[in-house]
C-alpha cells in the first residue's frame, strides 16, 4: 500500500471516530474521550489533510463546526454563522499565527489584541429586537442550530429587556455555563437522594440547556458571560472588540472582567502563563485563552476560513481530565481510624504531574459515580487539588465488570468497620490498629506538635513494627542500644535522634496537647487548654462544664477533651510522659485582646499554621463571629488551600474582601483589614 492510500484509510477511521465524539459530545451530552483527546485526532485529521490535500472534502469534521442539530428543538438558522475557532497548542503555535496575521496585513503587526478567558461551556446566540428577547439558539452545526429561548430565558444574567439605548436588532453571542459552585451543590444534592453524580459542568450545562421542562433548566442555575456580536441593526459605530465589550455591558449583558487589551504577542503569552495559574481561583472552569484582533477594520479584512475566523485563535490550557484504566480500588486507614477509598490507577499525565492513585473520598462517592476496577475513568486533577477521579467512561465498560464493595473489615487489623450515624466515613473502632497507633505517634513527632527532628514517617513504621513503640509514652523510654545496633543508624544519628525527643521535653504543654491527637484539639486549642488551666493536673481534674467555660472553647471540644481523659488507656500514656519528665507546666495566663469584636471572619481551605479548629478559637478567643458561609454581614474571607468554590464566588459577587493567611494573622493582632 502506497503512503497515500495508508493517508486515505487513516483519514477515514478518523473521520468516523470524530463524527461519534460529535455526536455524544454535542447531542447526548455525554462525551465517549476528554476533550485533549479528541483535540488530538482533529490535530491528526487535519495533518494528514494538509499532508495530502486532494483528501480534503466539504464534509470532513475539520471544514464543519459542531454537532448536527437534533430534531427535538425547532432548528434555528443562524444570520450569521456561528464559528468556531482554531486552537494553539503552544506559544509557537501562537506566534504562527500572529506572524501569519502581519503577512495578510502587508507585514504590519497587529497593533492590539483582546486577551480572553475561553469558558468551558455551550455557545448560544442571544437575538433582541428592540430591546427585547425574542431568541436564543445553540450552536448546532454553526449554520442551523436549536431553539433554547424558554430555556435560556430562565438563565439569571441573561436580562429580558436589555438597559440603555439598544440596537433595534442585537444578537448577543456567549457562553452558557455552570458555576463550580453551583455544579458541586447539584453533585451534592444527587449524593443525598442516592442518584448517580454528573461528570462535569460543561456537560451538565449542556444537558441543561437542553432541558424539554424549561422549569428543569432554572433548577439548575445556569450562568453566562457574553463575548461577541452576531447580526446588529442600529446602534453606535463600533471600531474595536473592546468596544463591543463596553457596549455589551451598557445594555445590561454579563461580561467578564478578566479580558485584556495588549499590544504584543509577547503580552498575549503572559496573559496566558498568568491563567494557567489563576485559573484555580476561578468560580468557573475555563478551558482555554481567546484572543482576537482588536481593530473591526482588520478582523474584516483577514476574514474566515471555512471553519473559523482567522483573526482569533483559542490557545488550548493544559487539559485538567484524563482517561486511564482504574486498576484497583483500595482503603487507606487514617491516624484517626477514618477508612478513605482510593483508585489505584494505571499512571496518567494529567494538571501538570503523573498520576497513580486518586482519591474517592468516601462510600457514598463511590456508589454515586459507580466505578469499577477494569472501567476505563476519568481522572480531573486541578492545580494543587488532590487528583480525584470523576466517573466511568461507560461506553468502554468491559462486559461482566462488577460493582465494587466497601469493604467490611479494616485492612490492617482486620476489625469489622464501622459507620458511625450521619457521617459520610466509614472507620476502624480499633484504637490499638497499628495504622491508628503509627498516625498517631507521626503527629505528635511533627512540627507543631513536639517537633522532633530527625523522626519521620519511615522510622516510626520501624519502630512499631519492630515492637518498640506502641504508644507516644514510648518514644521517651526507646533503647537506643537496639537502635544502634539496626540498620540504617551510625552512631550519629543515634545521637541526634536522642537528642532531638531529649529537647522535646521542654516544648510547651500546649504543644503537647495539639500532639496527643484529640479530637478538635488543634495547636491553638492545645495552647488555650494550657494557659486556661495553668497545668495539665487542672486540666485532667476539670469537669466538662469547667472546659467550657474557657473563652474560645465550648461544650463540643470541653466533651471530647474530657473524654480523652477519662479513658484509662490515656491516662496510661500521660503517666509515661510524666515519668519521661516532660513540661506539664502552662505559660503564664495573659487577657486575649478582643481586636475581633464586632466583626465576621468566614475561611476557607486549609492554612498553614492554623487546624481548622485553631482558626474557630483564634477568632473566637478575640470576640469575632466565623459562620460557615459568606454573606452580606461578612466582614472578610480568608483563603486558605483549596478553597470551597462557593465561597469565594459569593464574596466575589458581595465585594467581600479575601484575605491570604498573613493578611489573617495580621487581622487577628491589629482587628483592622489590609490597606
Ligand atoms: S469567540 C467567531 N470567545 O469556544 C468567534 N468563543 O472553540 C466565536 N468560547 O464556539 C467564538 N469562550 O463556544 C469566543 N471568550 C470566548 C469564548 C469562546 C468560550 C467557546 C465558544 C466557541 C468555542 C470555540
Redesign the pocket.
Known amino acids: 500500500m502506497t503512503n497515500h492510500d495508508e493517508a486515505a484509510e487513516r483519514v477515514q477511521v478518523l473521520r468516523d471516530e470524530i463524527a461519534q465524539h460529535n455526536y455524544a459530545y454535542h447531542d447526548a451530552d455525554a462525551p465517549l474521550i476528554p476533550d485533549s483527546a479528541y483535540d488530538k485526532l482533529v490535530r491528526e485529521l487535519q495533518d494528514l489533510e494538509a499532508e495530502h490535500p486532494d483528501l480534503v472534502t466539504a464534509d470532513s469534521p475539520t471544514q464543519l463546526v459542531g454537532a448536527t442539530p437534533t430534531t427535538s428543538f425547532a432548528p434555528v438558522t443562524h444570520r450569521q454563522r456561528m464559528?468556531?475557532?482554531d486552537n494553539a497548542f503552544d506559544a509557537d503555535e501562537l506566534r504562527e499565527w500572529a506572524a501569519k496575521l502581519a503577512r495578510s496585513l502587508d507585514g504590519q503587526a497587529v497593533p492590539a489584541y483582546v486577551c480572553?478567558?475561553?469558558?468551558d461551556g455551550?455557545?448560544v446566540s442571544i437575538r433582541y429586537e428592540n430591546g427585547e428577547l425574542v431568541q436564543a439558539a445553540t450552536?448546532g452545526n454553526g449554520k442551523v442550530g436549536e431553539d433554547v429561548t424558554h430555556n435560556v430565558r430562565t438563565i439569571a444574567d441573561v436580562p429580558q429587556t436589555l438597559k440603555g439605548d439598544p440596537p433595534a436588532v442585537i444578537e448577543v453571542r456567549g457562553?452558557v455555563y455552570l458555576s463550580l459552585a453551583n455544579f458541586e451543590a447539584l453533585n451534592a444534592a444527587q449524593i443525598e437522594a442516592g442518584e448517580k453524580t454528573y461528570v462535569n459542568p460543561r456537560n451538565t450545562a449542556a444537558g441543561a440547556l437542553r432541558q424539554k421542562d424549561p422549569t428543569v433548566t432554572a433548577s439548575r442555575n445556569l450562568s453566562f458571560w457574553s463575548?461577541?456580536l452576531g447580526e446588529v441593526e442600529g446602534g453606535p459605530e463600533l471600531t474595536t472588540h473592546h468596544e463591543t465589550f463596553e457596549l455589551l455591558k451598557s445594555l445590561g449583558l454579563p461580561v467578564n472582567d478578566h479580558s485584556r487589551v495588549v499590544s504584543t504577542v509577547d503580552e498575549v503569552l503572559a496573559f496566558i502563563a498568568e491563567y494557567e495559574t489563576a485559573r484555580h481561583d476561578l468560580p468557573y472552569d475555563i478551558d482555554g485563552i481567546?484572543t482576537k484582533v482588536d481593530s473591526l477594520a482588520m478582523q474584516n479584512s483577514l476574514g474566515f476560513t471555512a471553519k473559523a475566523?482567522r483573526w482569533?485563535i483559542?490557545y488550548k490550557l493544559p487539559p485538567e481530565e484524563q482517561t486511564t484504566t482504574l486498576l484497583d480500588i483500595e482503603v487507606s486507614v487514617g491516624a484517626g481510624g477514618q477508612v478513605t477509598p482510593f483508585a489505584r490507577l494505571d499512571p496518567v499525565f494529567v494538571g501538570g504531574s503523573t498520576v497513580g492513585t486518586a482519591t474517592l473520598h468516601n462510600q457514598d462517592q463511590v456508589k454515586a459515580k459507580d466505578v469499577r476496577p477494569g472501567d476505563t475513568v476519568i481522572v480531573r486533577k486541578a492545580g494543587d487539588v488532590i487528583p480525584e477521579v470523576v466517573g466511568p467512561v461507560l461506553s468502554e465498560r468491559p462486559k461482566g465488570l462488577k460493582p465494587w464493595v466497601f469493604p467490611t473489615e479494616c485492612p490492617v487489623c482486620s476489625t469489622k468497620l464501622i459507620r458511625p450515624e450521619g457521617e459520610a466515613r466509614n472507620r476502624c473502632p480499633n484504637y490499638q490498629c497499628p495504622q491508628q497507633v503509627r498516625g498517631r505517634i507521626e503527629h505528635f513527632v511533627s512540627r507543631g506538635a513536639m517537633d522532633i527532628e530527625g523522626f519521620g514517617e519511615s522510622r516510626v513504621d520501624l519502630f512499631v513494627s519492630e515492637g518498640m513503640l506502641a504508644d507516644v509514652g514510648d518514644i521517651y523510654s526507646l533503647d537506643f542500644e537496639r537502635i544502634g545496633a539496626m540498620e540504617g543508624f551510625g552512631q550519629t544519628s543515634v545521637d541526634n535522634l536522642a537528642s532531638a525527643i531529649e529537647i522535646s521535653k521542654e516544648r510547651p504543654l500546649g504543644n503537647m496537647l495539639f500532639g496527643l491527637r484529640i479530637q478538635h484539639v488543634g495547636s491553638t486549642v492545645g495552647e488555650t487548654l494550657a494557659a486556661g488551666f495553668g497545668n495539665l493536673d487542672n486540666l485532667m481534674a476539670a469537669s466538662v462544664e469547667q472546659i467550657a467555660e474557657i473563652e474560645g472553647l465550648g461544650p463540643i471540644i470541653a466533651e471530647s477533651v474530657h473524654r480523652w481523659f477519662a479513658e484509662p488507656a490515656n491516662v496510661a500514656v500521660i503517666d509515661k510522659l510524666r515519668a519521661a519528665g516532660l513540661n506539664l507546666e502552662g505559660p503564664e495566663v495573659e487577657d486575649v485582646a478582643q481586636t475581633l469584636e464586632g466583626l465576621v471572619v468566614v475561611v476557607s481551605g486549609g492554612l498553614e499554621g492554623f487546624s481548622r479548629d485553631d482558626v474557630q478559637t483564634a477568632i473566637k478567643s478575640r470576640g469575632g463571629k466565623s459562620p460557615g458561609s459568606v454573606s452580606k454581614k461578612t466582614t472578610a474571607l480568608v483563603v486558605g488551600e483549596n478553597p470551597g468554590a462557593s465561597k469565594l464566588s459569593k464574596a466575589e459577587e458581595l465585594g467581600i474582601p479575601q484575605l491570604d493567611e498573613a493578611q489573617f494573622v495580621e487581622l487577628l493582632a491589629s482587628g483592622k483589614l489590609p490597606e
Open positions: 464559528m468556531s475557532l480572553e478567558l475561553k469558558f455551550l455557545a450552536r457562553e463575548y461577541q481567546v475566523p482569533a483559542a
